[in-house]
């Protein structure tokens, strides 16, 4: 029987988030702990979905799936495969709603098995239009910041349209991921920033500028190996997505203990309110003893890891 694999990781978004949908840049990195792998297996008739929120035809798929069951029928036209015979078999370890861009890692992993089970090479071009296909669904105007995250082993330097630039690390860094157990909407995240905008135009405006500002230097911060600084922008970043209203009591309390532990920084990462924050450890034994004192502190699911120079 015919079966191929394909398979995808997650994000997390370190600065800039929120800042981005209005011009100003983002860095997100690669986050290899978590991710998705997709099978596809030859079994004749409709097109099939075998996975933990949906079990059964394509066509009878519930609505917050209709990106990937777009994504893809758009992936079969494209390889020139009739849309039947096919079983799409997800095994995905992101959760949802948190932030780490499990929609992108589920249609990048959806759409490399396609390729693999036609035998076919997936450029980077090709692979970012399909995923945005998804994308568009679940999340309205996206800023392709997940997909290009989501397909890239470095970090990313996005700013809307302009090319991606991929930053290189002068040092390996340790970062923690801790969940705050709620769910977190980005969609009304992004859209309360738009209402403060319209309200007070002049001081969400400077929010937003002082978001990018910190933003460039964390791109210098990470260049030049200064993790301290990195760790102090990191905070700032979160003061001015608190004046933004994005950040919630789960998530300050989070991020207050991680400080208090020794974290060089810690903020929410992603759309806010609601989902993860992200904490820069120390070194590598802190970043494990900060792990545990987070899990023991309650934090839902805790991930230490190590982005690599
Ligand atoms: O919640 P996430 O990881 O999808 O991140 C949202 C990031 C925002 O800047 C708030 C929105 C966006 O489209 O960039």
Same mark, same amino acid.
């Given at each position: ?5 394909g ?8 600065i $800039? ?8 840049p ?5 986050f290899?702990?978590i ?14 979905m075998?996975s933990?929120?949906?079990?059964g ?11 990937i069951?777009?994504?893809?029928s758009k992936s079969?036209?494209? =390889?020139?495969?009739p849309?039947k015979?096919l ?6 370890s992101v959760?949802p ?5 499990s929609?992108a890692s ?6 490399r098995s396609l390729?693999h089970y036609?035998? !076919?090479?997936?450029s980077?071009?090709?692979? =970012? ?5 998804a994308?568009t ?9 997940d997909?290009?995250t989501?397909t ?5 330097w996005?700013k809307?349209?302009n090319?991606?630039e ?5 040092e390996d860094?340790?970062?923690?991921v ?5 769910f977190?909407d ?9 209402? =403060?905008?319209?309200t ?9 500028e002082?978001?990018g500002?910190?933003?460039?230097h964390?791109k ?7 993790k301290?600084?990195l760790?102090?922008l ?10 933004l209203?994005?950040s919630?009591? $789960?998530?300050?309390?989070l991020i !207050?203990?991680a ?10 990462t992603?759309?806010?309110?609601g $989902? ?6 120390q ?14 502190f309650?934090?839902a ?9």
């Amino acid at each position: 029987e015919k079966t191929a694999i394909g398979i995808a990781h997650s994000k997390v978004i370190l600065i $800039g988030e929120h800042a981005v949908v209005h011009g100003q840049p983002a860095i997100a990195i690669p986050f290899p702990l978590i991710g998705v792998e997709t099978e596809i297996e030859y079994v004749p008739g409709t097109v099939k979905m075998d996975s933990t929120f949906y079990h059964g035809p394509l066509q009878h798929a519930p609505k917050e799936l209709e990106g990937i069951v777009e994504c893809v029928s758009k992936s079969c036209e494209y =390889l020139g495969i009739p849309y039947k015979d096919l079983l799409i078999r997800i095994n995905s370890s992101v959760p949802p709603g948190k932030g780490l861009g499990s929609s992108a890692s589920v249609a990048i992993s959806v759409i490399r098995s396609l390729f693999h089970y036609c035998e !076919r090479e997936c450029s980077p071009e090709d692979l =970012l239009k399909l995923a945005n296909v998804a994308e568009t669904y679940a999340h309205g105007a996206p800023s392709g910041l997940d997909t290009l995250t989501i397909t890239s082993d470095k970090p990313v330097w996005y700013k809307k349209d302009n090319p991606v630039e991929h930053i290189e690390l002068g040092e390996d860094l340790h970062f923690i991921v801790a969940d705050s157990g709620r769910f977190g909407d980005t969609r009304t995240s992004v859209e309360s920033v738009a209402n =403060l905008l319209k309200t007070a135009p002049h001081r969400i405006h400077s929010k937003i500028e002082r978001i990018g500002e910190l933003t460039h230097h964390a791109k210098e911060a990470l260049e030049k190996a200064s993790k301290q600084f990195l760790g102090q922008l990191l905070n700032e970043a979160q003061k001015e997505l608190e004046t933004l209203g994005v950040s919630d009591a $789960g998530l300050n309390k989070l991020i !207050r203990f991680a400080r208090e532990e020794g974290a060089l920084g810690a903020k929410l990462t992603g759309g806010g309110n609601g $989902g993860c924050i992200i904490a820069l450890a120390q070194n590598e034994v802190h970043s494990k003893q900060l792990a545990e004192k987070l899990r023991r502190f309650g934090a839902a699911a805790v991930w230490p890891f190590v982005l690599k120079k």
